[in-house]
């Protein structure tokens, strides 16, 4: 059976399941749970005979014995058993829940896995099976799934222009599902000629990344395991702590990651009336430049702590970021003055499941502290003006992202021709701005465009119905997301009024008291 045909069987019989409740993202959950016991099966026989840390009880042949309510019960029991095992088992199974209640279709899932011998499959096949489910599940918008994956042609861009070498060190400090690993290890694989001593790095060395959603983390696992990276029973290279929450103290090679969307860091605390609200977070941590509850910020900031003097980072990052004034101005200024801050990829909209989102990709290479900028030059590749993707219609491929590449020049990016010229080619979107030209910018604002937009000054040019349809949808998605945060801080402006007036009574209060204590004792 080949690739396309087995994700459209396994993914069929979720539609089966979505009567009973069970969601994509709870079916996709449940589907890992099975596909890690049934390999862990497998290889527990000829001709691997690996001895795995799964307690016998609970193994996968364990499930295929049962039926009816006694399927339902020990399936139950078996994974609040397995979530409390150590290393990677622990983790796939961390806070698992049986979601399908009806134990004839639970034994109809657990019989469509057994019928397949996983183990033998390629490393190719079992990737592409449980990518195609992943981004199915990115699909259905109501989840909110979509925010952990990022377009994998776009992740296959930033891969070819870092080029990774082997046994280095590949950081993801938001992980998600693995996107970016799995596209290094295949660049990798791919483009060089491996030694024992290097695959054994590659497999079980060179990715380390963090993931705090449990659900997104136990994906992440099972994806790295489906495409050889890691083992059953290999130290857990995935943490489930915030990564901005401090710095570790290792340095890696390489970062390539995409934060999530979303400006303000926060936390969720209940109030004294029992009120749930929110409070902007702050990480006061001195390997940073500026103090601020922009997370995206934070991160391009933990990202330059976590790369070697010799390290590379390519960063999905939102406009803010490139033109917000306060933390962001000096977050800027110092990237270009203790990194090569060498190139930056404007992104079109409609390329993302989540909506309404205007990005960049930001490629930095680390230096040692020096008393002059280092960042001499930036290279700008326009991607945005006057390109319309949608999701469904005209959805991102790697082809479109050839020129970007090409221009790019990752075997000698110092050798780079621009396409621009103002009199013989000022739609050319290849251009380069020096050092001094951005720091004369305004906030030294790295939000920059030459291109002229064609919607604005031809109708004929103007794109179909149905593209300028989606183009409403995502400033209106980026507006309403803008009016929560806005609302947020009312809010938190409010609680926070309200807990000081409250706090200023029970002074009050005790200071009467006090008094009235003190009268009655003279």
């Not at 860091?265 to 029992?274: I, L, P, Q, Y």
Request: glycine letters at 6%; a neutral charge.
């Amino acid at each position: 059976m080949n690739t396309s045909s087995i994700i459209s069987k396994i993914w069929s019989f979720c539609h089966t399941l979505r009567d009973d409740g069970v969601g994509y993202g709870d079916y996709l959950e449940q589907l890992t749970y099975m596909l890690f016991l049934k390999m862990a099966d497998e290889f527990s026989k000829p001709p691997y005979n690996r001895k795995l840390p799964i307690p016998k009880e609970y193994t996968w042949e364990s499930l295929t014995e049962k039926k009816g309510a006694a399927l339902e019960l020990h399936y139950t029991t078996l994974l609040r058993e397995l979530s409390q095992q150590k290393g990677i088992l622990g983790q796939i199974f961390t806070k698992s829940q049986n979601k399908i209640q009806d134990p004839a279709k639970l034994y109809k899932l657990i019989d469509m896995i057994d019928k397949e011998q996983w183990s033998t499959m390629g490393t190719d096949v079992k990737g592409q099976i449980y990518e195609g489910l992943l981004e199915k599940n990115a699909e259905d918008t109501k989840s909110g799934a979509g925010q952990y994956f990022t377009p994998r042609a776009l992740i296959k861009a930033m891969v070819a222009c870092l080029r990774p070498e082997p046994s280095k060190t590949i950081a993801d400090p938001a992980c998600g599902t693995g996107g970016f690993f799995l596209a290094a290890y295949d660049f990798i694989a791919d483009n060089y000629s491996l030694d024992k001593e290097q695959k054994q790095f590659l497999k079980y060395k060179t990715f380390f990344g963090n993931e705090i959603v449990a659900s997104t983390r136990r994906l992440c696992l099972m994806n790295l395991f489906l495409h050889n990276v890691g083992d059953i029973d290999s130290e857990n290279v995935i943490s489930s702590t915030d990564a901005l929450v401090a710095d570790d103290g290792r340095r890696y090679d390489y970062v390539l990651t995409n934060p999530p969307f979303g400006k303000k860091s926060s936390m969720t605390f209940t109030n004294e009336e029992g009120e749930q609200e929110k409070e902007d977070l702050t990480y006061n941590r001195q390997d940073f430049w500026a103090t601020t509850s922009n997370k995206q910020l934070n991160f391009v900031q933990h990202i330059h702590t976590m790369l070697k003097t010799t390290g590379q980072a390519a960063v999905v990052a939102p406009d803010n970021v490139l033109f917000e004034g306060g933390a962001g101005e000096t977050v800027r200024k110092k990237l270009l003055e203790t990194t090569d801050l060498h190139t930056i990829l404007r992104l079109p909209t409609g390329i993302f499941y989540a909506q309404g989102v205007k990005a960049n990709v930001i490629f930095f290479d680390a230096k040692p502290a020096g008393k002059k900028a280092w960042t001499k030059e930036t290279w700008f590749y326009d991607y945005r003006t006057n390109i319309h993707h949608t999701l469904k219609k005209n959805p991102l491929r790697l082809d479109d992202l050839k020129d970007f590449i090409t221009c790019y020049n990752p075997a000698n990016r110092h050798k780079r021709k621009e396409t621009y010229h103002a009199e013989t080619n000022p739609e050319g979107r290849w251009r380069k701005f020096t050092y001094d030209e951005i720091v004369s910018r305004d906030k030294t604002s790295l939000d920059i465009t030459w291109i002229k937009d064609k919607s604005l000054a031809d109708l004929d040019s103007l794109p179909d119905p149905d593209e300028l349809a989606e183009d409403i949808i995502e400033n209106l998605e980026a507006g309403l997301e803008s009016f929560r945060e806005i609302m947020q801080s009312v809010k938190s402006g409010v609680a926070l009024k309200n807990r000081i007036s409250c706090a200023k009574r029970h002074a009050v209060h005790r200071l009467y008291e006090n008094g009235s204590r003190k009268s009655q004792g003279s």
